[in-house]
């Protein structure tokens, strides 16, 4: 949950009525659950960094707001959304804002780079959420979503492959800082892949779930 101590109450009442609404309309993998939990991940990381806690706040609503024009370059999207949100410039002056939307850009898991500032550090950490389950059910609906016509083995490949490939000991995901509870959920994850009764007995349970409610 938000702090509502730390971060300025107008700022808080004005992103859960006006921001955080519309990640309703996005897929289950990136809907207001998602955008909660990375603001509570930025949160958490922020209080061992001097930062100020409301741009990490704001950061973290935005990160993925840019979805609202698709997937491809959601990033940029989301970046000039909190550039050009105007009530923003009643907290937040225009090097803040640069600041904030830079940090939104440089967000993305598929980046080969680090961001720019430590804000994007934060969000980029936040967003990774890798604990297992999270990660394994994620990336589930995202293929019911994608690939409707699939059966459950076309869907457990799939999902295996891009697990691999965003999470496995090469792939392309990046933590840019040193926090345990990343580390230690990675390795999780790796465990279970390596593992593929586990895996595959996972996968199956969430999965079962998730077409039974969906039916």
């Not at 992103?15 to 309309?25: A, D, E, G, H, V």
């Not at 680090?114 to 297992?132: C, F, H, M």
């Not at 999470?167 to 345990?180: A, H, Q, V």
């Amino acid at each position: 949950m938000v702090n509502k101590m730390t971060v300025n109450p107008e700022i808080l009442e004005y992103i859960q009525r006006c921001i955080l609404p519309k990640y309703q309309s996005f897929d289950k993998a990136h809907n207001v659950n998602h955008a909660n939990k990375t603001i509570e991940n930025s949160l958490l990381i922020a209080k061992d960094y001097d930062v100020d806690i409301n741009k990490v706040y704001v950061i973290a609503a935005y990160h993925d707001i840019g979805l609202i024009g698709g997937r491809d370059g959601h990033e940029k999207l989301s970046a000039k959304l909190l550039m050009e949100d105007f009530e923003l410039k009643k907290w937040f002056n225009e090097n803040d804002l640069a600041e904030m939307a830079e940090a939104v850009e440089d967000h993305r898991a598929s980046n080969d780079h680090p961001p720019r500032n430590l804000y994007g550090k934060i969000v980029s950490e936040a967003d990774r959420d890798v604990e297992y389950t999270s990660v394994l059910t994620r990336t589930i609906q995202y293929s019911l979503k994608q690939f409707p016509d699939y059966h459950g083995e076309q869907h457990f490949l799939q999902v295996q492959e891009h697990m691999q490939e965003k999470y496995g000991e090469n792939g392309y995901l990046k933590l840019w800082l040193d926090t345990e509870i990343n580390r230690r959920n990675l390795s999780e994850i790796r465990n279970a892949m390596r593992c593929g009764d586990k895996f595959k007995s996972d996968f199956m349970s969430i999965f079962d779930e998730l077409t039974r409610s969906s039916q």
